[in-house]
């Protein structure tokens, strides 16, 4: 049954190998085809001519066939192409048989019978079997793997050569029994079918070989030759150029050939040659001037000098080597023109805009001396449209993407805003490039809560104080001092309109219709302008005036310059408030004095303290703290004696103490030692309640708890604690029992004391740091402030709970909205958070969402 | 034709007339507006034990509700009253209607909550405010004008039977439903 059915199928669809197996001269003749019976369906064709049986023509093709075939047939087998020219002819050329050429000359003749009757079928043309069964089942079998495998190897440029080498061994093999034996049995010696053949082979190397490896290697061929010639340049000058151009022009020149040869030259090398250029523009860049920045800088010249004279040099090299193979091809291998280094100038130098664009950041926020270079470089690059766009581009994401981050510090951001605002400044006089940059960080900044403060404190900072702490804007203060002395250029600033200007330009042509170059366009003048309303500002800095006013001794040079350049800015009236406040400090001085004089008043009293004021006009000032405790009764007289003679000589006017603030020296004799401490008012009166009373013993060390400080001295528990960890900081007070909290004074150090130093002093010295650096600043912030006012808003919503009835949070909110004056400044979860405290605190209950007044 | 162009000059100069009088209404209604916020915040800072009052809604502040708690010596101790207030658009050149929520027995409030106080009517004065008038108002609970009573019978008992007074006060006094 199988047997039955290989038979019908064997007859419908015939093996192939029996059409190509050559028939052995021995075979007998068929019977049936040598009755000239039908010899399947080609006897219909063959009887055409019919001079001849079919039977005999037959015969004789197919010996002539068998022969050919023989001859033509390769070895089963790699050919080596390491081994010499000799041993590869006697290997694979096979010697020609006496019949051989008549046999080929009647296969391959056009007015041959026999392939006239085998016209159509695949067996009747000789060289298309030749090429489709011979050459490429050996190709296939044997050669292509080996040439992946040398290729794979990616040895540069030996690969490539090698795999050269043997397509071209391979290709004469193949070519060799046609341009030798059939060609003259051709028409006109052949020219067209080997052409034909030699197309044919070359589409199949092309097509076969893996693409990548072959480009990888071919430019890995290209980098090294440049590698060759263009290092040279960089060691020794031009010298060992000419030196190794001829070594390069040899082996470019037998690369190609040998690539042309095979068909692997020509128009895909040209490609690859063109972006292998490309990259060696881009990695000569990056290697030579990456980070590489010097101001001035000259690098776009040395970059135009050396296109021009080592990497075109090399391209011509290269190229007419590419050329000299095929001089057939001239119009397809483009001369290297003037223009065209020109065009590769320009290239080389829009590589450069990318690299230095790509380092801008980098190179900002190392702000150095040589940075000035980088931009230069730029300057040279944002000269187009769209090399604009990339710059701002690319920089702003960097921008948002390495600074613009909730771990930055406002003060880091500043820091290289202030560098961005230099830099742009450079590279664009005209401010369009910066806008475009500056808008997200300043809509960043201005969502910072301490921005304000950090700019205030900047301007105000002296930069020549080199121990300030580091989150000091010291950019600015320096900066501050520039632009006092280049205020008078401000005025000339507006040149638009200056038709006498010569070096007068118009606005870069991506500027915005609308664009206008700010006026405060330098660092100051960009900073100060960050906030929409200059309120916020001259709010903030009244408050860091107030408290340097109060904090410092007499010397405001730097606070009045400040206040002086500011009100160039902003006018006078902006800044009033600020003018009184220092003029109250200057006349302090005075009043102080006049007061002093006052002999009657009796206010230096040697045995007394000495008192000094500072005379606030307190409707100028920011809220100031004002918690009352208690003060010495010498400390109060004094203030008793010195209102009067203050309301003596102003008469109209009261003086109203602030307890809270102001500094006292405190000089302390205990047993074995004397401190002297420049302190806080509470911290003096906490350690004024230590002074033995007249009934105590002041033999023993003086020893208070907690309750009885609470009590003498009327402090808030925040201040008293503040005081007492400052204390015993200072090693003065020593905390002797924990319930209740009784401390005593160190009369001496005891031996226990000092032995410990390590254990008791650090945790001391610990403590003592908090102390002083949680030491309440004399104006009150604006959070304080706010919850102050929560305490009026309360009542609001205490009126609005007892009429309204239960409300839910949301109406709450809306109702504060819409009926504080001035707005309500909070938002539902600051309001939230408050009333549950108060819930807490047993005034509200909250249930079912609403909140409802306890009574 | 001629009617009509006769007609033309007449008919802006009342659309006018409707506009001035409408923006001088708003005008008014901000200058009301702003006084009672004024004075709602000066009722806030001050905060007198007893008596308190805020706008009864956000969209309109001529509306309020007041609170009084009963003065303690008198038969309305320990008691609390709601009154709502309505501002006409000429306060405070004329007195806000004030009216008891709370159902009240007093000789000068009849059983609707209208109250006869001489301040609310003719002697009203743009220098009172809602916190002299809710303390009025608090006084008047101790101390009725039995003279021109609104409410007879409680004119009556006042002098004549507290104690009955008393009852009556506490069988009329409900508390209003807190919404």
Redesign the interface.
């Known amino acids: 049954m199988t047997a039955l059915h290989d038979r019908i199928f064997t007859s419908v669809f015939p093996p192939p190998s029996e059409v190509d197996v050559p028939t052995p001269t021995a075979t007998p003749i068929l019977g049936s085809s040598g009755f000239g019976e039908p010899f399947g369906s080609q006897h219909t064709n063959a009887s055409q001519p019919g001079t001849e049986t079919g039977a005999a023509e037959q015969i004789k093709w197919d010996r002539a066939w068998h022969t050919a075939t023989t001859f033509l047939s390769l070895r089963d087998e790699p050919i080596n192409a390491e081994q010499d020219e000799e041993t590869l002819k006697n290997k694979w050329i096979k010697a020609v048989e006496p019949e051989t050429p008549r046999a080929l000359a009647y296969l391959l003749s056009e007015s041959s019978r026999g392939r006239q009757i085998r016209r159509g079928s695949n067996t009747d043309d000789l060289l298309r079997w030749y090429f489709e069964e011979v050459v490429l089942e050996h190709y296939v079998k044997h050669v292509l793997p080996s040439l992946i495998q040398i290729l794979k190897k990616r040895q540069v440029p030996s690969a490539l050569f090698e795999a050269g080498q043997q397509l071209h061994v391979v290709k004469t093999i193949y070519m060799h029994p046609l341009q030798n034996h059939v060609a003259q049995t051709l028409s006109n010696g052949g020219g067209t079918e080997l052409a034909r053949f030699e197309t044919d082979l070359h589409g199949l190397f092309m097509h076969t070989l893996p693409q990548d490896k072959v480009v990888q290697n071919l430019s890995g061929f290209f980098e090294q030759q440049c590698s060759l010639i263009l290092n040279g340049v960089g060691k020794n000058g031009m010298q060992d150029v000419v030196s190794s151009v001829p070594v390069v022009r040899q082996r470019t020149l037998k690369l190609m050939q040998m690539l042309q040869s095979v068909g692997l030259g020509g128009y895909q090398a040209q490609q690859i040659l063109a972006e292998v250029m490309s990259d060696i523009l881009t990695s000569h860049i990056k290697s030579t001037y990456a980070g590489v920045w010097t101001s001035p800088s000259n690098v776009v010249e040395q970059l135009r000098d050396w296109v021009e004279n080592s990497f075109s040099r090399f391209v011509v090299e290269i190229i007419s080597s590419m050329k000299s193979i095929d001089p057939s091809g001239t119009d397809e291998i483009i001369d290297v023109s003037h223009a065209d280094v020109q065009r590769w100038q320009e290239m080389g130098v829009n590589k450069l805009g990318i690299l230095r664009t790509d380092e801008l950041f980098n190179a900002i926020v190392e702000w150095e001396n040589g940075t000035q270079g980088a931009i230069e470089d730029l300057k040279r690059y944002v000269t187009t449209p769209s090399s604009r766009a990339y710059l701002t581009t690319t920089f702003s994401s960097a921008v948002s993407y390495r600074l613009l981050q909730p771990g930055a510090s406002t003060t880091e951001i500043l820091q290289v805003y202030i560098s961005i605002i230099r830099a742009f400044t450079l590279l664009d006089p005209k401010g369009v490039l910066l806008d475009r940059v500056a808008r997200p960080i300043r809509r960043y900044l201005r969502e910072r809560d301490d921005t304000v403060t950090i700019v205030v404190g900047g301007l105000l900072a002296d930069p020549e104080d080199e121990s300030s702490a580091s989150d000091v804007l010291m950019d600015l203060a320096v900066e501050m001092n520039k632009s006092t002395t280049t205020k008078g250029e401000d005025e000339a600033d507006d040149g638009d309109i200056d038709y006498d200007d010569m070096k007068w330009m118009p606005d870069p042509v991506d500027a915005g219709p609308e664009f206008k170059k700010s006026k405060n366009s330098d660092v100051i003048g960009s900073l100060i302008s960050l906030f929409e309303s200059k309120d916020i500002f001259v709010k903030e800095f009244q408050n860091i005036l107030g408290e340097r006013l109060l904090k410092k001794e007499y010397d405001f040079d730097r606070e009045i310059r400040v206040l002086e350049l500011l009100k160039l800015r902003f006018g006078e009236a902006a800044l009033q408030a600020c003018e009184v406040m220092l003029r109250d400090i200057l006349d302090s001085r005075r009043v102080d004095a006049f007061i002093h004089k006052d002999k009657e008043l009796n206010l230096n009293d040697q045995y007394a303290p000495e008192l000094h004021t500072r005379i606030l006009s307190h409707l100028f000032w920011p809220s100031l703290h004002s918690e009352s405790f208690f003060i010495p009764p010498e400390v109060e007289s004094l203030q008793r004696r010195y209102s009067t003679g203050f309301e003596s000589l102003k008469q109209t006017r009261k003086l109203t103490w602030l307890h809270a603030l102001g500094q006292v020296t405190v000089s302390l004799d205990l047993e074995d030692r004397t401190i002297n401490e420049e302190v806080q008012t509470w911290q003096a009166s906490v350690i004024y309640a230590f002074q033995p009373s007249p009934s105590e013993d002041s033999s023993h060390p003086i020893t208070r708890t907690l309750t009885d400080l609470v009590e003498t001295l009327q402090m808030t528990d925040s201040l008293l604690h503040n005081a007492l960890t400052f204390w015993i900081g200072k090693l003065v007070l020593k905390q002797t029992s924990t319930s209740p909290p009784t401390y005593t004074v160190l009369e001496s150090l005891s031996d226990e004391d000092a032995a410990h130093p390590g254990t008791t002093s650090a945790a001391i010295a610990a403590a003592a740091e908090t102390a002083t650096s949680a030491a309440a600043p004399a104006v009150l912030s604006e959070h304080e402030v706010a919850q102050e006012k929560m305490e ?1 808003y309360w ?2 919503v ?3 709970l ?5 409300m839910p949070l949301q ?1 709450i909110v ?2 504060l ?5 001035g707005g309500f400044p909070f938002g539902n979860e600051e309001l939230k958070d408050y009333l549950e405290g108060k819930v807490r605190g047993g005034k509200l209950d909250f249930a079912g969402g609403v909140y ?1 007044i306890k009574h | 034709m001629e009617d009509t162009q006769n007609s033309a000059p007449g008919q802006p100069s009342i659309h006018e007339a409707s506009k001035l009088s409408s923006t001088s209404r708003r005008q008014d209604t901000q200058s009301v507006t702003k006084r009672l ?2 004075e ?2 000066q ?3 001050s ?1 007198t034990p007893g008596i ?5 809604s ?1 969209e309109n ?1 001529l509306n ?4 009084i708690a009963g003065p303690s010596d008198t038969p309305y101790a320990s008691l609390t009253f ?1 009154l709502s207030f309505q501002f006409p658009p000429s306060y405070p050149y004329a007195p806000p209607t004030v009216l008891f929520k709370t159902p009240i027995f007093h000789p000068n409030v009849d059983f609707s909550g209208r109250i006869c106080l001489d301040i609310l009517k003719d002697k009203w004065s743009a220098v009172y405010n809602v916190q002299s008038v809710l303390l009025s108002l608090q006084s008047l609970l101790g101390e009725p004008n039995n003279a021109s009573p609104l409410n007879g019978q409680a004119a009556e008992l006042w002098d004549s039977d507290p104690i009955e007074f008393k009852r009556l006060v506490l069988a009329r006094h409900q508390d209003l439903d ?2």
């Open positions: 009026v009542q609001y205490v009126g609005m007892t009429n309204g009835g239960p109406q809306m109702m909205k819409l009926t504080v004056t409802r | 916020q004024t709602l915040m009722l806030m800072l905060s308190s009052a805020f706008p009864s956000p502040l309020w509700t007041a609170t709601k807190e919404e």
